[in-house]
């Protein structure tokens, strides 16, 4: 193959924040956001998964999951949703000062979804605590206290609280990380890290990933606090 | 398609598109609004669980998209983005295909069959969609382990 | 036939000077190998712990070989033997193929390819090697602490439910070697995207490129739904959430689906790989274009898309719908089309090809053969009436190895021959690994025909004794004598590969006068992989003219007419040489 040399010049050195793979830093910042589509690709595939399986047994049980989904508390779901999609907003706006390299601006935006993240745990922390004082953890105890059921057949109450813990506990994991994550960031921007103030991509791929947390949360507060009577 | 990544170096800052303030703003009020209204349509009957289910489900896709297109950038984002964002939901929806199962089991060649099932029809999984009877609740259908 | 002399130590291309330090002696730290963000170096760690894993899930193969050689069985205990066949089932699948080609040839060859330094995600490269030594490890420790005995496929409710085994341990490793693939499979789709040199657009990419494109498709979309189903499993078994419980109205056939959504797509994750490699060694042993370089590259990505669409065959028997069984039993079908296309089109490129006959092309020869009667009976399994009388017997054991074992192993096994100058700068013995080529094709055609046979008669597979039906045993025998060669035959590459990193002669930059831009650099590559980035100026599979044949044709392309002007002789060349 009659490969001569590139006569592109290399920026080793150029740029603190160029990784020696690729050749410019365009190069570099499509490769992060196509490789951050990819996973949120598969993110949307594994929660997929799950939604699948909740919509079947809905379909199935539609009466008792209604009745077992009354013992929810909306004001709680409304409150959280109302918190996550403040900090989608926190987070874009983060991506925005980053992008004008702000570096007040954007710390005090991560702060603010941090806040409104630890929100989010500490109101889901109560409403889970309530569920187990219910007895409504699936599992051997389960509806040891009927009237809690709301006159759902308690197998299939034991399903959707299996749904709901299972899903609502992998997304509030995915807060978690979230936090770990932004925590992260917002240190890297306190101690003025070249490899964020001198480029945008780091906080902007926080600010895809938190996005997508907030995806979740938008199908799943509907799904699980809102059921319409059968 | 043939254009390879070096060679496209004329378009500079294509996804690096500044959202100014007043986008952002107003798409989470926005968003925020049609929050109101999921909660007031899961209160207001539209005719049918099914009807009242697609609407729910509609203003949660209007919901996510907003947060797609403005919040996540994508309106100013590179193509390939825009295709993965398509092929990651349709590939969900080809995933949904495995609900045409449950739909057509009950569409069985051979009327009654499903009644005549060993055990009195306590099958644990009804072969009719939707189950047109529950199971008894009894005591030691409760699980096993623990 | 050919004028290229057959041994390899003699190279007819003029091979570029050797640069002094690369990639396997610029740092003899352990560290420098643990932290490392060299694509190839991390294909080397795969290399190694791979074959480890190999080793182990062979160790399995061979007992359970041994175990049916009586009726009644004479080695194992039932309870043992389901615990057997299950880790040779989870390690092959989970740590065995999935990983092998992608991650060993595809980490290496990628972004030699392609003309770039590196993987777009180097760090993340290596984090998937962390991620599948971790999974590793634990499903290792889960089989030695006690074992797991529900086979690989998990089925609920056994595995939710009643088994006693270490299923949530090996479960979790499953789970985590599942991100391993991920973090693979975005690195491919993302390098194959934006790291390409310039001038290399993606019809001028080696058809292993789009192998593995297609690979990385496949696993992003189909591994997180087996994550998250088999996470499923976990949360039953850990935290009793009764996702799949069929006595509380769950639905365990659910599982099936999800499972198979990700599971079946997981079988083109291990074959599709081994085409792309199928496709380099027969253009590079033929010295010819492949034949219908485009209808290749595109089954490859019809395959991957196809392949999400034929799950519900291996569920004709688990109740479901026999409405959706049938369109699962057509679409299995179409699935025939893009795999014959290959087949076809590598028979093509081989007619009137200067075909050398050296040990990768042994190899792809046989895969050939193997991969059609494995894809040919394949069809006898997606017809719904006969899959009743064939699932789970052992003639769709020998269906699927010989795709597993015939197709990706040999594939393999070819392709670790055919980049091994390029992996070590070390040249293997070219004689016994031809005749160790010929051992691996009679080995496994006798292990895994017979079970064709006697699956065909009622085996069924999983099963420990068949004191039922003594007339099975002279295959099972014949079966066991098989599998005892093959056994050979991957012990003796594995020795005198090893012996040739310290023996062998040193393989300069173009040991097969290849095509391609890995065969650019040297043997073994620098650690940056070229001096300076490529420029891809002609087509891939563009051989140069070495023997008196090939420059007789070429010269002929080049006499045209006086009449015609500058611009069409070279349009004429240009034709030709396609």
């Known amino acids: ?230 | 398609m043939a254009s390879t990544p070096l060679s496209s170096d004329s378009k500079h800052g294509g996804h690096s598109h500044v959202q100014p303030v007043w986008l952002l703003l107003g798409n989470m009020l926005w968003l925020m609004v049609l929050l109101i209204i999921t909660w007031w349509a899961s209160t207001f009957d539209f005719g049918n669980v099914v009807i009242n289910n697609v609407v729910a489900m509609l203003i949660a896709t209007i919901k996510a998209v907003f947060v797609i297109w403005i919040f996540m950038g994508v309106m100013h984002a590179s193509k390939l983005a825009k295709i993965w964002v398509v092929a990651g939901f349709g590939f969900l929806f080809l995933m949904f295909g495995i609900l045409g199962d449950y739909a057509t089991r009950q569409f069985e060649p051979v009327s009654g069959w499903e009644t005549n099932v060993p055990n009195g029809g306590a099958s644990s999984f009804p072969r009719q969609w939707p189950p047109q009877k529950k199971p008894e609740q009894v005591g030691e259908n409760f699980r096993p382990r623990g | 036939m050919s004028a290229i002399p057959a041994d390899p130590n003699v190279t007819a291309v003029s091979a570029t000077p050797r640069t002094e330090t690369n990639y396997l002696n610029a740092d003899w730290s352990i560290k420098s190998w643990l932290l490392t963000g060299d694509h190839k170096r991390i294909a080397i760690l795969y290399l190694v712990s791979v074959s480890f894993f190999f080793f182990l899930g062979s160790i399995a193969a061979g007992l359970i070989r041994y175990e049916l050689t009586a009726p009644a069985g004479f080695i194992l205990e039932s309870e043992t033997y389901n615990k057997v066949f299950s880790a040779h089932g989870i390690i092959m699948v989970f740590l065995f193929l999935i990983v092998a080609i992608p991650a060993i040839l595809g980490n290496f060859l990628l972004p030699l390819m392609i003309g770039a330094r590196d993987m777009a995600f180097p760090r993340l490269n290596l984090l998937s090697w962390y991620l599948f030594m971790a999974g590793g490890i634990l499903i290792m420790g889960g089989m030695i602490n006690g074992g797991v005995d529900s086979g690989w496929t998990f089925y609920v409710p056994y595995s939710s439910m009643y088994a006693n085994s270490n299923v949530t341990m090996v479960l979790t490793g499953i789970f985590i070697a599942g991100f391993s693939s991920i973090t693979t499979g975005i690195n491919f789709i993302v390098t194959t995207h934006k790291m390409r040199a310039p001038g290399m657009t993606w019809f001028r990419l080696p058809l292993m490129v789009w192998a593995l494109y297609a690979t990385g498709v496949v696993i992003i979309l189909g591994t997180p739904v087996v994550a998250v189903t088999l996470l499923c499993i976990i949360f039953e078994r850990v935290f009793h959430l009764p996702i799949f419980s069929a006595e509380l109205g769950g639905d365990p056939v659910l599982f099936q689906h999800l499972f198979w959504f990700y599971s079946h797509p997981a079988v083109y994750i291990m074959i599709l790989p081994a085409f792309g490699v199928q496709s380099e060694l027969i253009a590079n042993f033929a010295r010819k274009r492949v034949f219908g370089y485009h209808l290749i590259a595109f089954s490859s990505l019809a395959i991957a898309g196809l392949g999400f669409l034929v799950w519900g065959h291996h569920m004709f028997i688990s109740s479901e719908s026999m409405y959706q069984g049938v369109v699962f039993s057509l679409i299995s079908f179409l699935v025939a089309i893009p795999s014959a296309i290959k087949v076809f089109n590598w028979t093509a490129t081989l007619y009137k090809g200067n075909i050398r006959l050296q040990t990768p092309m042994i190899y792809a020869l046989g895969f050939i053969g193997l991969f059609t009667i494995g894809g040919l009976t394949g069809l006898f399994l997606g017809c719904l009436g006969t899959d009743v009388h064939l699932t789970n017997t052992y003639f769709i054991v020998a269906h699927f190895h010989y795709v597993m074992v015939g197709g990706a192993v040999t594939a393999f096994l070819g392709g670790l021959h055919y980049w091994w100058p390029k992996m070590t700068g070390r040249l293997y013995p070219e004689s016994i690994a031809k005749w160790n080529a010929v051992l691996v094709f009679i080995g496994f055609n006798l292990t895994f025909f017979p079970q064709f046979i006697v699956g065909f008669m009622g085996m069924p597979r999983r099963y420990h004794y068949y004191y039922f039906a003594p007339e099975f045993q002279p295959y099972h025998i014949m079966s066991t004598l098989g599998s005892t060669v093959l056994a050979l035959s991957f012990i003796i590459p594995g020795l005198y590969l090893t012996r040739s990193l310290s023996k062998g002669a040193k393989a300069s930059a173009n040991p097969w006068g290849a095509h391609g831009l890995e065969w650019e650099t040297s043997s073994p590559p620098p650690t940056s992989n070229f001096d300076q980035i490529p420029v891809v100026l002609d087509e891939v599979y563009d051989f140069d003219p070495v023997t008196e044949h090939e420059q007789d044709k070429a010269a002929q392309a080049l006499e045209v007419p006086s009449y015609l002007s500058n611009e069409a002789k070279s349009a004429e060349s240009e034709k030709e040489k396609r």
């Open chain 1, 1 to 230: 193959m009659a490969a001569i040399a590139s006569d592109h010049g290399h920026g080793h050195g150029h740029d603190e924040a160029l990784h020696h793979q690729f050749e410019n830093m365009e190069q570099q910042n499509d490769s992060y956001i196509v490789g951050m589509w990819t996973f949120l690709v598969t993110e949307v595939m594994f929660f997929g998964a799950l939604f699948l399986i909740y919509t079947l047994y809905r379909s199935m049980y539609q009466m008792d999951f209604f009745l077992a989904h009354e013992a929810l508390n909306v004001q709680m779901g409304m409150i959280n949703t109302f918190v996550l999609l403040f900090s989608s907003f926190t987070v874009a706006m983060s991506v925005r000062y980053a992008q004008l390299q702000k570096r007040g601006g954007v710390l005090a935006m991560l702060g603010i979804t941090q806040v409104c993240a630890l929100a989010f745990m500490v109101v889901k922390y109560f409403e889970y605590q309530e569920k187990f004082g219910h007895h409504l953890y699936p599992g051997p105890g389960f509806g040891s206290h009927p009237e809690y059921l709301h006159g759902a057949t308690p197998n299939f109450a034991q399903l959707y609280f299996g749904l709901y813990f299972g899903m609502t506990g992998l997304h509030g994991l995915h807060v978690v990380i979230g936090m770990i994550v932004i925590g992260y960031l917002m240190a890297k921007w306190w101690r003025n890290s070249p490899m964020v103030t001198k480029d945008y991509i780091p906080t902007e791929l926080v600010g895809l990933y938190w996005h997508f947390v907030d995806l979740v949360w938008i199908f799943l507060f509907p799904l699980m606090y809102l059921m319409p009577k059968p």
